[in-house]
């Protein structure tokens, strides 16, 4: 696991991924903190919180676009698959990688506590909790995003799904509204990746939310590895 | 070493690789023959647990390679028909992850210092191997197999793409790793496993077809001795004088090549030299000899032969 996060860390940061992400990530953040904080004079985290949601979904297929994808492509997914390492631990590697540069990422929202701390007394309660949401969010759908890599060989595709099957995501709880049926608005509301994440964004370290995103991530680092075993035995 | 018993491969309905058995003893090197899509890379990808097998065991240093495959893959070195290269990396870094991701427990720098000598590719260490031509990109690959002295070496078609001093180069480094290892390689040029191997399979349409050592592969398939004799003189006198000689079982004449010579095909029995006795029969029957050669069938017609017999008696034999 060790070797293959190493290495997805470096093939992100040897390349011009981790650079273009993190610049896209910080300029849409700091569009959203000058415009919600600056412009109408508040201190209030919060409000860019709940934007970055979108910037997420489009963040996230990017960076994990090319887990596996791009390894299947080139053929060196033969070298992973017959090192005596496991599945898991490859798989596991290669979310973390991800994990990690888009926690990279969110750490930007420290610096603009910061910088409110300069005007008035930050809510720093509201940032660390936003931020272990942001993490969890991230990761669900990063999670999801590598299990869409590992079924095609074109990062393009994978890229494309993962920000459409995001911003559906995004779009759960509206799309429940719209929709008369009881049973199918409580299942709705009961995955909504947008109510569970305005949870951290008030401040609340909602126990609820950290299971389902967990969940979410244990679920489809099952699935992918799943992918793996299914195209050995077929 | 490596023991393949029963080994089959079916997707839906279709059989790649068809109920293959054979095993491979220490230090051998063992040549995998056979036209392309014959399921040459299909048994190497199950040897190696890249796939699994529909039935049949694969065993390795006495593991299963299903049941155990944390310890078959790391007793195996792999180089797949396309090298599994990171291009991004440079030759040193991609060997120090491959090393990393082996679990190898010798010295890093000076086994991987090793290694690259070994295949020559130091001089290329701080290059990335996107600027690397073919030829060198193979031969990282070939690196990459070697990383942690694994007991197997299992190699897919590797001299594709080199030129023809790089080939000799990686012959004669198979043949000197063959004295330490147990060798699996793989490739559709004869010449390339008949210089390089103690013993053929000799595979086609999934199923082994031959199963020789080098040497015989050709008279295990033709038999009797053949030879190619071109002969000035009339037919009838030839003839006569050529049946007379011991050893002898079939004259055969081939072709006229002009008014008074014939080409002649002679078959006699094996371990008997008739050539002496031909020269003294013909002279005799006042008939020259201008051209007297070895008729048996070179590697290559014996493979040819193999194979579309194969063909012939899928064709024929209809349901299977």
């Known amino acids: 696991m060790k070797a293959i996060l190493k290495r997805e860390l470096s093939s992100y940061f040897n390349s011009a991924i981790a650079y273009v992400v993190m610049a896209m990530f910080f300029a849409f953040s700091g569009w959203f903190f000058v415009g919600t904080c600056f412009v109408s004079n508040s201190s209030s985290l919060s409000p860019t919180f709940s934007n970055i949601f979108v910037i997420i979904v489009f963040i996230t297929p990017i960076i994990s676009m090319k887990t596996f994808s791009e390894e299947k492509r080139q053929r060196t997914d033969q070298a992973l698959l017959t090192s005596p390492s496991s599945l898991f631990d490859i798989v596991m590697g290669k979310f973390l990688g991800a994990f990690i540069l888009y926690a990279l990422c969110c750490m930007i929202f420290f610096v603009y506590g910061l910088v409110i701390t300069i005007f008035t007394p930050a809510d720093w309660a509201v940032i660390i909790c936003t931020n272990i949401g942001l993490m969890l969010l991230g990761g669900a759908l990063i999670a999801i995003d590598v299990f869409i890599s590992a079924l095609t060989e074109s990062q393009l595709i994978a890229a494309i799904v993962g920000m459409a099957v995001g911003l559906l995501t995004y779009m759960l709880s509206s799309i429940s509204s719209m929709i008369n049926i009881d049973w199918v608005t409580s299942v709705l509301n009961s995955i909504s990746f947008t109510a569970y994440y305005s949870n951290f964004t008030y401040g609340m370290l909602d126990l609820s939310g950290i299971v389902f995103f967990l969940s979410v991530i244990a679920l489809f680092i099952f699935f992918t590895i799943r992918v793996f075993e299914k195209k050995r035995w077929s | ?320």
């Open chain 2, 1 to 320: 070493m490596v023991e393949v018993k029963n080994l089959t491969k079916r997707y839906g309905n279709m059989t790649v690789v068809d109920d293959i058995s054979f095993s491979v003893g220490e230090g051998e090197i063992l040549g995998f023959l056979g036209p392309n899509g014959a399921g040459k890379s299909t048994t190497m990808n199950m040897i190696t647990g890249y796939i699994s097998s529909s039935s049949g065991t694969v065993t390795v240093n006495g593991s299963e390679v299903l049941e155990n495959p944390r310890k078959v893959k790391s007793s195996i070195g792999y180089l797949p028909e396309i090298p599994p290269l990171y291009v991004d990396m440079t030759v040193k870094k991609y060997l120090e992850f491959m090393f990393d991701l082996k679990r190898v427990k010798l010295p890093k720098k000076e086994h991987i210092d090793e290694v690259m000598r070994l295949v020559k590719i130091s001089d290329v260490s701080g290059r990335i191997i996107k600027h690397l031509s073919k030829g060198y990109r193979q031969r990282v690959g070939f690196a990459q197999a070697l990383l942690g002295n694994p007991p197997v070496l299992i190699l897919d078609e590797p001299t594709v793409g080199l030129d023809p001093q790089q080939i000799i180069e990686i012959r004669n480094l198979i043949k000197s790793l063959g004295k330490k290892h147990t060798v699996i390689f793989s490739s559709h040029v004869l010449s390339e496993i008949s210089a390089t191997c103690d013993r053929i399979i000799v595979i086609s349409n999934g199923k082994i077809v031959a199963d020789t050592k080098a040497s015989e592969l050709s008279s295990s398939i033709s038999g009797n001795q053949k030879l190619s004799l071109d002969i000035e003189g009339s037919q009838g006198a030839v003839l006569d004088a050529l049946k007379v000689i011991p050893g002898v079982l079939k004259i055969k004449k081939q072709r006229d090549l002009d008014d008074k010579t014939s080409r002649y095909l002679v078959e006699y029995q094996n371990g008997v030299d008739i050539r002496r006795d031909v020269f003294r029969s013909i002279a005799q029957a006042d008939c020259v000899i201008l051209n007297m050669q070895n008729g048996n069938e070179t590697l290559e017609d014996s493979f040819l032969k193999l194979v579309t017999q194969d063909q012939t008696k899928d064709k024929t034999g209809g349901a299977r």
